[in-house]
């Protein structure tokens, strides 16, 4: 079993930078795809990056957001740069028990969440 835990969630102004971690327990953090999902009120969650043997981004964030990892930490991280108020949203991090060539956007696919952190972005 993993466990996700997310921080660096919380209120900024449009234009403003946040960086969220997630940090996983276990020993293989190095054999996960890592990503991240975010989730509006009254909309699907969304794949906005995730990061395995290749990186994938929504185009929504490309060019504005950037998922890294430190396999020594065994954490994940998530630059947000640019941030607008439509990136307003629950943000969660998530882990699927293998790496792959290309990332799966279906939330289906993942095997872990965390409980997700609030990001919001005032106009």
């Known amino acids: 079993q993993v466990q996700l835990v997310e921080s ?36 699907e969650r969304e794949l906005i990056a995730a990061i395995s043997w290749t990186t994938a981004y929504a185009d929504s964030v490309k ?15 998530l630059q947000m740069n640019s941030l ?8 969660y991090c998530v882990a699927k028990s293998a790496m792959v060539l290309a990332p799966p956007k279906s939330p289906t696919l993942y095997d872990y969440w965390g409980q997700g952190t609030q990001v919001t972005v005032s106009s």
């Open 8 to 43: 660096g969630g919380g209120l900024v102004q449009a234009g403003g930078s946040l960086r969220l971690s997630c940090v996983a327990s276990g020993r293989t953090f190095r054999d996960y795809t890592m990503g991240w999902f975010r989730q509006a009120p009254g909309k």
């Open 63 to 77: 060019g504005r957001f950037t998922i890294s990892r430190d396999n020594a930490k065994n954490t994940a991280y």
């Open 84 to 91: 607008k108020p439509e990136d307003t949203a629950v943000y």
